[in-house]
């Protein structure tokens, strides 16, 4: 049984740095052909993926958020991370880290939900001053 975890502070100052880290048990985060992501809800809004990290470390990240996006990981500890610099209020969300099982998620427009077997419990983050 795959379990994801997102940990990280809830509150973070606008100008600084997100960073979040998504703890994996009962899988490997190298194991073929698996992509790790991370995804955010804003308050009353859809999904919307930032990015992901590849079991070969390959990382691929949203147009939008790409200037400001880096996920990296730490095959040791079978976790990976998201930073996320220069936050504003709008980045204010609920954010996910999620298991999908191919790349297709990478060519699509929006969140399949059900092209994620396996989520985390999600983890407020509010940018606020």
């Known amino acids: 049984q795959v379990q994801l975890q997102e940990s990280g502070p809830g509150l973070v100052k606008p100008s600084q740095t997100l960073s979040l880290t998504c703890t994996v048990s009962g899988g490997s985060i190298t194991t073929n052909y698996y992509y790790w992501s991370w995804i955010r809800q804003p308050p009353g809004k859809g999904l919307e993926w930032m990015g992901a990290i590849a079991y070969s470390g390959s990382t691929y990240y949203s147009p939008s958020l790409k200037s400001r996006t880096s996920i990296s990981r730490d095959t040791s500890k079978n976790q990976f991370t998201l930073q996320l610099s220069s936050v504003t209020p709008e980045d204010t969300a609920v954010y996910y880290c999620?298991?999908?099982?191919?790349?297709?998620?990478?060519?699509?427009?929006?969140?399949?939900?059900?092209?994620?077997?396996?989520w985390g419990q999600g983890t407020q983050v509010t940018v606020s001053s």
């Open positions: 999620a298991r999908a099982s191919d790349a297709g998620f990478l060519r699509r427009v929006g969140v399949r939900p059900d092209e994620y077997d396996y």
